[in-house]
């Protein structure tokens, strides 16, 4: 496994390219979110691995005006990847504003949602495959993110099956996962073929693994049993220090130090 971390959650105190720096120093890779509000030269510069950054600036799934919006938005995040070289892209069931809130809310998913969803996501994966890159599909949950389209993991597993291509993947967050469903081994297991990246943070707090109710290293050991060779990411507030966040995820996924 090789393990990522947010810089949008840590090291807060410093200038955003000096906390790719300081992520990257430790030795681990870096998640962005919204690109189009940072410096991609200076991001550049860094030298870090960026693993993973938002694939679409605005838009939704499953309308066809926001559809269109999202795959236009899309080609421009494919854009920014290449200059990063970054290989993931995430997307959600819908735009989310600045407080993590839908663009459109959706109290009930309809059939015509499902099916359009599937055909935005069919046309961004062949967008990723020109691109040689990969658009990874995020699960969230209903209590950070209420009135979400397709929240549950149950949810972006049919659509990434629906899509069957190796250029739509899922982002599996446990963190979300654990609030919406639970019985996280078995979802590993039963999605394992068709992750692309894990996401990872403790519950209730959304802090480093050791901080709440997951038990992250019997994770890692599914992990381990199912050949997962994968990204593993820490998308988690520090509880303290942000280096020893760092360390008690990289213990609760290797269970050993540097």
Not at 27 to 50: P, Q, S
Not at 180 to 193: F, K, T, Y
Not at 214 to 224: C, E, M, N
């Amino acid at each position: 496994m090789r393990l990522a971390a947010c810089a949008e959650m840590l090291f807060l105190d410093l200038p955003f390219p000096e906390r790719v720096r300081r992520i990257a120093a430790e030795g681990f890779e870096v998640e962005i979110w919204n690109w189009h509000t940072k410096d991609l030269d200076a991001l550049a510069k860094t030298g870090a691995t960026i693993s993973s950054m938002t694939g679409y600036v605005t838009g939704t799934l499953a309308d066809e005006d926001g559809a269109a919006e999202l795959l236009r938005t899309a080609q421009r995040s494919l854009e920014a990847a290449d200059r990063l070289d970054c290989a993931r892209l995430n997307l959600h069931g819908t735009g989310l504003d600045d407080r993590g809130l839908p663009v459109i809310p959706a109290g009930t998913v309809t059939p015509q949602m499902w099916l359009t969803a599937a055909r935005t996501l069919t046309s961004l994966a062949a967008l990723g495959e020109r691109a040689g890159r990969v658009f990874t599909l995020e699960n969230l949950n209903l209590v950070d993110h209420p009135g979400t389209p397709f929240w549950r993991a149950a949810d972006t597993i049919a659509l990434v099956e629906a899509v069957g291509s190796p250029h739509l993947r899922l982002n599996l967050d446990l963190y979300h996962a654990q609030i919406g469903e639970g019985d996280l081994i078995r979802l590993v297991e039963r999605a394992i073929a068709l992750i692309g990246e894990i996401q990872v943070a403790d519950v209730p707090t959304r802090q480093e693994p050791g901080t709440g109710e997951i038990h992250y290293p019997a994770i890692a050991a599914a992990l381990r049993r199912l050949n997962y060779n994968g990204v593993v990411a820490m998308e988690a507030w520090a509880s303290g220090d942000p280096e020893a966040a760092l360390q008690r995820f990289r213990d609760a996924f290797t269970g050993s130090g540097r």
